[in-house]
Every structure is written in structure tokens, then in C-alpha cells.
């Protein structure tokens, strides 16, 4: 009977610690599709400036999927890794409409930075001060330079 309660003693334990280590393992399923909707997100200020619409177009038209957050809120929460299981990057950007350009087209003073959630790693900067078109034109080109593009799903590669 002593024997009986040993092995049982001893069988709790190899359960209790291979339990434990299932547990403390992160789940590979769900980190993959939240990894997946991730790639193809950006999240977006949710400004409404002539600049900041004309960014979100640009990437929507390279195929991200965007989603707005409040800049101010963001900062003031610190909620940086709760954006990062909604999208994988973060576009910033502070700009000042300064006057129009001789062409007429407005022009401005801005400060763009797009940033991994994950890691904060500034992935892409611009500063400067110039008329729109000149601004999205180095926007498109800096994106190209540095193959910033949704990554394709499993399904298209």
C-alpha cells in the first residue's frame, strides 16, 4: 500500500509538470493569426488634415489595411503593445500647413515616422518642409527604398 501511494505521488508530479510546461508554452495557432492580420495593418492618426488623409490613401492604395487611433490617447496610455496585436506598424506624424507653393498646391511643414508595434524600431523618417505632391512623392519613394509593403498572406506567396 506504501508502494501504491509512492507511484501515485510520483505520477502526480510528472502530470503537474508536464501540465505546467504546456502552459508557460506560447500557443504557435493563435500567435500565427495574430501575426497574420497584423502584416497587412497599419494604424493610422486619426487626424483629419489634408496630409494625413492624403498618407492613409497612399497606403490604402498599396494594399494596407488601415486602422485609426487617437494619438493623444495612445500617448497618454502607453498602449503601444495593445496597437501591436492590432497592427504590425504605426505611422506618426505632426505636420503645419505653412502656405501654398507658386503651383498653388499647399505646402507644409511635417514630421513622419512609421514604427513596428513589436519592437518600437523607427522603421522609416521624414522631416522637412515642402508642397504636398514633393512630400507624398518622398513618402512613395522612401516606402519603395526600403520595401515597405504588406507582406503577402500564405495563401498568395
Known amino acids: 500500500m506504501h508502494l501504491h501511494k509512492s507511484v501515485l505521488v510520483i505520477l502526480s508530479l510528472l502530470c503537474f509538470g508536464m501540465l505546467s510546461a504546456c502552459a508557460s508554452t506560447s500557443q504557435p495557432a493563435a500567435s500565427v493569426a495574430t501575426n497574420l492580420a497584423s ?52 505611422l506618426t506624424l505632426s505636420n503645419r500647413r505653412i502656405g ?26 521624414l522631416t522637412g518642409a515642402d508642397c504636398r505632391g514633393r512630400v507624398l512623392k518622398r ?8 520595401h515597405l509593403d504588406p507582406e503577402p498572406s500564405p495563401n498568395e506567396a
Open 39 to 90: 502584416r497587412h495593418t497599419i494604424a493610422v492618426p486619426a487626424a483629419d488634415d489634408m496630409l494625413a488623409r492624403a498618407l492613409r490613401d497612399r497606403l490604402s492604395a498599396r494594399g494596407w489595411s488601415l486602422i485609426q487611433y487617437d494619438a493623444n490617447a495612445l500617448q497618454d496610455s502607453r498602449g503601444y503593445l495593445g496597437l501591436a496585436h492590432q497592427a504590425r506598424y504605426r
Open 139 to 146: 513618402f512613395d519613394t522612401t516606402l519603395d527604398r526600403k
Open 100 to 125: 501654398d507653393c507658386r503651383s498653388g498646391e499647399a505646402s507644409f511643414v511635417y514630421n513622419v515616422a512609421l514604427i513596428e508595434n513589436q519592437s518600437g524600431d523607427v522603421l522609416m523618417g
